[in-house]
């Protein structure tokens, strides 16, 4: 007999489930080129000025708790990130919850919009956590269907035809992780408008809302006039801090009718206690200062983006749409020698020693599917397209 609940047992996270093996590979001299975590401060440095109000604040003694909801001047900030840059209108710190990373946002947030034996509408693909925190919250997750022939964009048909009395949000990943995809205006109304006739808010992931190399992003709460949005975003990614958890959610409601979820997100933060103080000190200065790092950033990553899709174009076994923001790229494979995508991965590692994440470790629409990180320099890129164009 072994102890342990059995709650845990049907949480996966592919992107992760193979770094074991790739260490052991790794101890026995091979090199591993690792595309399989989004994890964009391994590759770019933060940059001085936030490194440097972290240190000031911890120099100067600020290792309390801080406020459970967050400093009251990073909320003020966010409020005035979410204004100028994602044209979120009305927008105050009592609407704002500070948060360890979105990680944690997204538990706050399904645990009080939903109860168990409730409905959460999730993309498939999707971002894994969804999936897994909404079986451990009771919630039960519903994919509906993103189409890789639409650029990987929802189908709205598929979320209506889901929809129903236990459904109590519907979740839009945009820009996408997995696909990379950006929705139009167009697409992310239609969702509005679905979740409007139902009552019920969006909860929108924006955590790449910076990251964007063509198309246009649009957030929902700006395009949202009566539809209530729960915001998740965070700075891990574009101000290079995915260690340093820091992460908020934000209630934008028009209508006045999230009180309820906004509360309990917030009672949750209490309970919690905080968020690392000097984090949320440097969050403020990263948000307020300078940020020509996130120009410099989607520049390069840019250039990466670009040589990725060509090389994958290249290769007869793949189909590939072109990511439009975020450092993903999710091809389609030709599995002709392979079982499935999860065989692919495991062999392209043990082969050739590049580690990539399965497909179907995002959702059944992933299936036959890969996704590549090209988060490192092109020289590192190159190295590792040669040895997959070899494995083929
Ligand atoms: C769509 C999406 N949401 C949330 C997260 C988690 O971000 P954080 O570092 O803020 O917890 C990630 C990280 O890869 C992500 O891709």
Same mark, same amino acid.
């Given at each position: 007999?072994t102890?342990?609940?059995n709650?845990?047992s049907?949480i996966?996270y592919a992107?992760?489930?193979?770094?074991?093996?790739a260490?052991?590979?790794?101890?026995?001299?091979?090199?591993?080129?690792?595309?399989?975590?989004?994890?964009?401060?391994?590759?770019?440095?933060t940059?001085?000025?936030?490194?440097?109000?972290?240190a000031?604040?911890?120099?100067?003694? /600020?290792?309390y708790y801080?406020p459970?909801e967050?400093?009251?001047e990073?909320r003020?900030a966010?409020?005035r /990130?979410?204004?100028?840059?994602?044209?979120?209108?009305?927008?105050?710190p009592?609407?704002v919850?500070?948060?360890?990373?979105?990680?944690?946002?997204i538990q706050l947030?399904l645990?009080?919009v939903a109860?168990?034996?409730?409905?959460i509408?999730? $993309?498939?693909p999707s971002?894994? $956590?969804?999936?897994?925190y909404s079986?451990?919250s009771?919630?039960?997750p519903r994919?509906?269907?993103?189409?890789?022939g639409?650029?990987w964009?929802?189908?709205?048909?598929d979320?209506?035809?889901?929809?129903?009395?236990?459904v109590?949000a519907i979740?839009?990943i945009?820009?996408?992780? $997995?696909?990379g995809?950006?929705?139009s205006?167009?697409k992310?109304?239609e969702?509005?408008?679905v979740a409007?006739e139902y009552?019920i808010?969006?909860?929108?992931?924006?955590i790449?809302?910076?990251?964007?190399y063509?198309?246009?992003?649009?957030?929902t709460a700006?395009?949202?006039?009566?539809?209530?949005?729960?915001g998740?975003?965070g700075?891990?990614k574009?101000?290079?801090?995915?260690?340093?958890r820091?992460?908020?959610v934000?209630?934008y409601?028009?209508e006045?009718?999230l009180?309820?979820?906004?509360?309990?997100v /917030?009672?949750?933060?209490r309970?919690?206690?905080?968020?690392?103080?000097?984090?949320?000190v440097?969050?403020v200065?990263?948000l307020?200062g300078?940020?020509e790092h996130?120009?410099?950033?989607?520049?390069?990553?840019?250039?990466?983006?670009?040589?990725?899709?060509k090389r994958l174009?290249?290769?007869p076994?793949v189909?590939?749409?072109k990511?439009?923001?975020t450092f993903?790229?999710f091809? /389609?494979?030709?599995?002709e020698k392979?079982?499935?995508?999860?065989?692919?991965?495991?062999e392209?590692?043990k082969?050739?020693?590049?580690?990539?994440?399965?497909g179907?470790?995002f959702?059944?629409?992933g299936r036959g599917?890969?996704?590549?990180?090209?988060l490192?320099?092109?020289?590192?890129?190159?190295?590792?397209f040669?040895k997959?164009?070899?494995?083929f």
């Open positions: 007999m102890l342990g609940s709650r845990v049907m996966k992107i992760r489930d193979l770094v074991n093996y260490k052991k590979l790794e101890n026995e001299g091979r090199k591993i080129i690792y595309l399989n975590i989004g994890d964009p401060a391994l590759f770019f440095e940059p001085l000025h936030i490194r440097e109000a972290l000031k604040a911890a120099m100067e003694g /600020k290792s801080a459970s967050g400093l009251p990073l003020e966010i409020c /990130k979410e204004q100028e840059i994602n044209g979120v209108s009305g927008l105050t009592d609407d919850v500070v948060t360890a990373g979105v990680s944690e946002g947030v645990l009080s109860d168990v034996g409730d409905e509408l999730i $993309p498939d971002y894994p $956590p969804y999936v897994s079986f451990l009771g919630i039960k994919t509906y269907r993103c189409l890789e639409d650029g964009r929802p189908d709205v048909d979320i209506r035809s889901k929809m129903g009395e236990k109590k979740v839009l945009n820009p996408n992780n $997995p696909s995809a950006v929705y205006e167009k992310v109304k969702i509005i408008d409007g009552g808010p969006v909860i929108s992931d924006e790449y809302d910076q990251i964007i063509d198309g246009c992003f649009r957030s700006s395009l949202s006039d009566d539809v209530p949005v729960i998740l975003n700075l891990s574009t101000h290079l801090i995915t260690g340093w820091l992460g908020y934000y209630f409601d028009p006045g009718v009180g309820g979820v906004k509360e309990g /917030k009672k949750m933060a309970m919690r206690l905080s968020v690392n103080t000097p984090a949320q440097a969050g200065v990263a307020n300078p940020k996130v120009r410099e950033l989607v520049s390069s990553l840019k250039e990466r983006r670009d040589y990725s899709f174009s290249e290769f076994n189909y590939c749409n990511p439009q923001g993903y790229i091809p /389609k494979i030709n599995l392979w079982r499935s995508d999860e065989e692919f991965v495991v392209l590692l082969n050739k020693g590049v580690l990539i994440v399965s179907s470790g959702g059944e629409e599917h890969v996704r590549i990180v090209f490192p320099p092109i020289e590192l890129l190159e190295e590792a040669d997959i164009e070899e494995f």
